[in-house]
């Protein structure tokens, strides 16, 4: 017989923040945010890691950016149509301003195959901060592209 969970069955995650349940302990349990911003079962009443407001905050802006840009990036998307990058081989490299697959959403509706890794048949390396190894094993005829022209290039 497996062990018995002291905090409620349900998950944290698929009820309100500040949700009271009996756990498997008998004790009462609140759903609080962790440092992290995740909800997550605090015994009621117990010190339980609580997020502060300007916390709270930040992460709340970091998610709006996100939307913001995944939006643009849908936007840019119905606009490309065939697109400027139409039968180019693209790869990326480095830390991008946004994410990994919003950059690759884009370059795919403008067009472009995206691909994980440098060959003799990639048209475009796009270079973020702090680029890797993939810089140098570019063919002699490989653009390198700055992410401030790729997003340029594809209406973000």
Known sequence: ?????????????????GTKMKGGDGNMWQVKLAGNGVPRWAKAGGAAPVVKAAAMKAAAKKATATKAATMKAAAAMKAAKGGKLA???L?????????RSTATAAAKAAG?????SVSSKT???VVGQDAGSKVTKGGPNIEYWPEKKFLRAVGL
């Open 123 to 125: 048209d475009i390396l």
């Open 87 to 89: 039968g180019k081989s």
């Open 112 to 116: 472009a195959n995206v691909t994980g």
């Open 91 to 99: 790869c990326f490299t480095g830390a991008l301003s946004i994410k």
């Open 1 to 17: 017989m497996g062990k018995i969970r002291p905090s409620p069955s349900t998950s944290a995650t698929a009820v309100p923040v």
